[in-house]
Nanobody, 124 residues
């Protein structure tokens, strides 16, 4: 059974940095794309960043481009989200996600496994 466990959230001042981690278990990590999504209070969950199984292809939401960086360590079954220059509007619960099938890119929120989420709060 696939399990995703996020960590690294917390309270930070605007302009600060955080690094989120997501450890995956239950299957061959290196065969699967990974992604980060977030949901702010009263808003729908939205895409933040994704990385394909090959490490070489990443994509970001326009709102985080240039500030956030996604990476993965297949030896540790872990995907990271480095968040710099944080803004109050980045406040949300951040979720790690991965597709049900191997070697497919994350293009929608359908057919994904989800972690439990980690809270990120950015104060002004």
């Amino acid at each position: 059974q696939v399990q995703l466990v996020e960590s690294g959230g917390g309270l930070v001042q605007a302009g600060g940095s955080l690094r989120l981690s997501c450890v995956a278990s239950g299957r061959t990590f290196s065969n699967f794309a990974m992604g980060w999504f977030r949901q702010a209070p009263g808003k729908e969950r939205e895409f933040v960043a994704r990385i394909d199984w090959s490490h070489s292809i990443t994509r970001y939401a326009d709102s985080v481009k240039g500030r956030f960086s996604i990476s993965r360590d297949n030896a540790k079954n872990t995907v990271y989200l480095q968040m710099n220059s944080l803004k109050p509007e980045d406040t949300a619960v951040y979720y790690c996600a991965t597709p049900a099938r191997p070697f497919v890119t994350i293009t929608t929120q359908d057919s994904l496994y989800w972690g439990q989420g980690t809270q990120v709060t950015v104060s002004s």
